[in-house]
């Protein structure tokens, strides 16, 4: 098993996702590296779609959590409820215990309910009353949030936003891609014929594989320089922690296994260097006020740091 399966797999969820390729190859390295995603875009585009396709093509159980500004932490990790029956209070889990959550619109609950998913997301466990529940393997977080809309909305703490392997967004389709997504929903949604192309047994084991992808230490070196850079910049309020360093290696090392290789190069840091980067890094007002953004903040640094 190996590069062939994952191609079956993405070539499967775009029967549903069309002209979405590199938004699917990214929620891939997701599930392959045990890592979570932030999708950011307006409404319609098929953020929601994008993580229940993935589900089903690889026989995951799949919950879905609408945020809004009452809901509770408990709404996300359970808690304990009095059963008349045994006159005690039994633990009862919430829909994070699952393989693939998707959190709708995340930044429309409070940072107190945010907060909950931070041991989720980080330790894949949660402690309720002083007492720890592991969730399932593989567990993966798909969050969705609009970019343009403030109103009635939270933004996600630096902890928070750091806990996402990558950010990405799925963006317009082209005129030929909408006249199909709009003709293959005319008698009914294409994601109801979705069938798994791979168990979760078999993404457990490719899990494992992705491990053994060798990084030399000239391209972990090159990874921690250009991590390390965005610290330094008068622009950047708050650059990115060893956590996005970490990040990056994982990610490489999906993006090397997908392409066939057992090792990777700098090429593969390269491609994913701006969806794991570009959420983690915080400019000044004045810089986003002179149009700074983090895509051009990364763009100067690959320019800057020479490939070891």
């Known amino acids: 098993m190996g590069n062939e399966s994952i191609g079956k797999l993405i070539a499967n969820i775009e029967k549903v996702i069309i002209g979405k390729t590199e938004a699917v190859k990214m929620l891939v390295i997701g599930l392959l590296t045990n890592g ?19 589900a089903k093509s690889v026989n995951a159980e799949f919950k879905r959590i609408q945020a809004t ?13 009095y059963s008349p029956k045994t006159g005690d209070f039994d633990f009862k889990k919430g829909p994070v215990f699952t393989h693939i959550l998707l959190v709708d619109e995340i930044n429309r609950t409070t940072p107190r309910t945010q907060s909950a998913l931070l041991e989720c997301m980080q330790e894949y466990k949660v402690t309720v009353e002083g007492l720890t529940y592991p969730l399932p393997t593989p567990f993966m977080t798909i969050a969705t949030q609009n970019p343009i809309e403030y109103q009635g909305t939270y933004s996600l703490p630096e902890a928070q936003i750091d806990r996402f392997l990558m950010k990405i967004s799925m963006g317009y389709p082209s005129l030929v891609e909408e006249i199909k997504v ?51 910049l008068d622009a950047v309020k708050q650059g990115a922690s ?21 090792y990777v190069i700098p090429d593969d840091v390269i491609k994913l260097l701006p969806p794991v980067l570009k ?22 640094i690959l320019k800057q740091i020479p490939i070891s």
């Open 36 to 54: 979570h995603i932030l999708v950011e875009d307006i409404p319609g585009m098929g953020k929601t779609m994008l993580a229940l396709t993935l």
């Open 69 to 81: 500004p009452d809901l509770l932490p408990t709404d996300i990790t359970g808690g304990f409820v």
């Open 182 to 232: 709009i003709a293959d929903q005319k008698v009914k949604h294409p994601v109801e014929s979705v069938m798994s192309v791979m168990t979760l047994e078999d993404v457990l084991k490719l899990q494992e594989q992705i491990k053994k992808i060798q990084v030399s230490s000239e391209v972990l070196e090159y990874i921690v320089k250009l991590v390390s850079s965005t610290r330094k």
């Open 242 to 262: 060893p956590r996005a360093s970490i990040a990056i290696m994982k990610a490489s090392c999906a993006w090397a296994f997908m392409e066939g290789r057992d």
């Open 279 to 300: 959420h983690r890094i915080i400019l000044h007002p004045k810089a986003v006020i002179a149009g700074m953004t983090p895509e051009l903040v990364i763009d100067g």
